[in-house]
C-alpha cells in the first residue's frame, strides 16, 4: 500500500492524477480562476473559517452525532454499527454544510446572485436556505422531470425566496438542469455565483466542495476515537457526485487500516440504462466539466441512467473518487433498488430513523460488512441524508405487487 499525501491532491490545475481539471468554455475560465484565488484566500484566513464554523453550529445544527445502531447490529450479529447523522441538519441532509461555505464565498466575492442545480431538490432546498439567510437572490435550475417527482422540495425552495426554472431538454433530470445552469453562468458571470452541489466539475468545485464537506470525517473522527477509543474498521457511504463519501474518507485516507468503500446505485440490475453505477460500466471521458469515469456508449454519447434515488442518479462521478478507486484505496460496489427498499424499512423499523434512499444504499452494504466481520469490529456509515422526502415514493413502490 502507498504512502498517500491526500493535502497535495489535487494538482495547481485541479487534476486528480489524470482526472479532474477544466473543461469549460473560455468565457468561464476568468469565473473560475476568480473562484479558486478567492477560495485559497477565504480558506487561509481564520476569521472565514470562525465565520463558517459559527453558521454551521446555529443554523445547520453541527456537530452532527454519532450514533451507535444498537439493534441494527444485533441484527447483523456482527461488527457494530455507527451512523454518522448527517440526516439530523438543517434542511435534511449534508448538502448545507457546502452550500454554507459556498454562499459565504459568494458574499466575499461582492456576487450577490446565487444560482444552483438540483436533481431531488436537495441542493436546491440548501441553497435557497443559505440565500435566504444571507439576502442573496437565488435561481434554481431543475428538470421537470425532476420537478414533478419532487414536488414539495420545490415548493419549499419557492417558500424560501428562490427561483426555480424548470429545464425541459433531453431527459429533464439532473445533467440538463447542469447544462442550464452553466449557460446562465455565462451569461451572469460578473453578478453571480453557481453553487454547485458535489465533488464534481471544473477546477476548484471538487477540490472546494470537498474541504466543505471535510468537517464530517473530521467530527467522525474524533467521535468515534472518543466512543471506542480506537478508528473504525470500515467506512461506507454512498456516492452520487461523491461529496458525503469525499466529506467523510478524506481525513481517513492516511490510516490505511480503515478499509473505504463508496456504493453507487445499482438501480435494477447492471443492464444498459437500468443503473447509476459509473465504476461497474464506465468508461473515461469529459462531461460538463471535467475528465472522469462515465456511463457512455461506443460513441461517447451519455448513456441513461436510473436509480430509485433522484440523488445518485447521475453518469458520472467525481474525479478525485476515481484517482482513489486507481490506487485501491476506496473500494466501490453498488446496490440494488430492491436491496436499498429493504434496508430503509429495516432503519426505520429497528432505529426509528427514517434515512434517505441515497443513504439506504450505504445501509445496504454496511449491513453486509457489519455481518461479515466479527464483533470486535467497527463500521461506520454515513447517514447522508434523511428519508422524509422519500416516504411518499416508497409508499408507490411498496403498493406495487
Ligand atoms: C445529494 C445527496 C446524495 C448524493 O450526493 P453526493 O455528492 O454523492 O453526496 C447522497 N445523499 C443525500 C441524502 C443527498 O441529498
Known sequence: MPAFDRLAQPDAAGHFGPYGGVFVPETL???????????????????????????????????????????????????????????????GAHKINNALGQALLALRMGKKRVIAETGAGQHGVATAAVCAKFGLECVVYMGSVDMKRQALNVFRMRLMGAEVRGVDAGQKTLKEAINEAMRD???????????????????????????????IGREAREQILAAEGRLPDELVACVGGGSNAMGLFFDFIEDTSVRMTGVEAGGRGLGRGDHAARFA??????????????????????????SVSA??????????????????????????????????????????????????????????????????????INLSGRGDKDVQQVAELLKKP
Request: charged letters at 25%; aromatic letters at 8%.
Open 185 to 215: 453562468w455565462v451569461t451572469n458571470v460578473r453578478t453571480t455565483h453557481y453553487i454547485l452541489g458535489t465533488v464534481y466539475g471544473a477546477h476548484p468545485y471538487p477540490k472546494m466542495v470537498r474541504d466543505f464537506q471535510r468537517v
Open 311 to 380: 440523488g445518485l442518479d447521475y453518469a458520472a462521478v467525481g474525479p478525485e473518487h476515481v484517482f482513489y478507486r486507481d490506487l485501491g484505496r476506496i473500494q466501490f460496489t453498488y446496490a440494488r433498488d430492491d436491496e436499498v427498499l429493504e434496508a430503509f424499512q429495516l432503519c426505520s423499523k429497528l432505529e426509528g430513523i427514517i434515512p434517505a434512499l441515497e443513504s439506504s444504499h450505504a445501509l445496504v452494504q454496511g449491513m453486509k460488512r457489519a455481518r461479515e466481520l466479527g464483533p470486535d469490529k467497527i463500521v461506520l
Open 29 to 91: 475560465m476568468t469565473a473560475l480562476e476568480e473562484l479558486s484565488k478567492a477560495y485559497a484566500q477565504a480558506s487561509a484566513d481564520p476569521a472565514f473559517r470562525a465565520e463558517l464554523a459559527g453558521h454551521l453550529a446555529t443554523f445547520a445544527g453541527r456537530p452532527s452525532p454519532l450514533y451507535f445502531a444498537r439493534r441494527l447490529t444485533e441484527h447483523c450479529g456482527g461488527a457494530k454499527i455507527y451512523l454518522k447523522r448527517e440526516d439530523l441538519l438543517h434542511t
Open 281 to 306: 460500466g464506465g468508461r473515461l471521458g469529459v462531461l460538463q466539466g471535467c475528465k472522469t469515469v462515465i456511463l457512455q456508449d461506443g460513441d461517447g454519447q451519455i448513456e441513461g441512467t436510473h
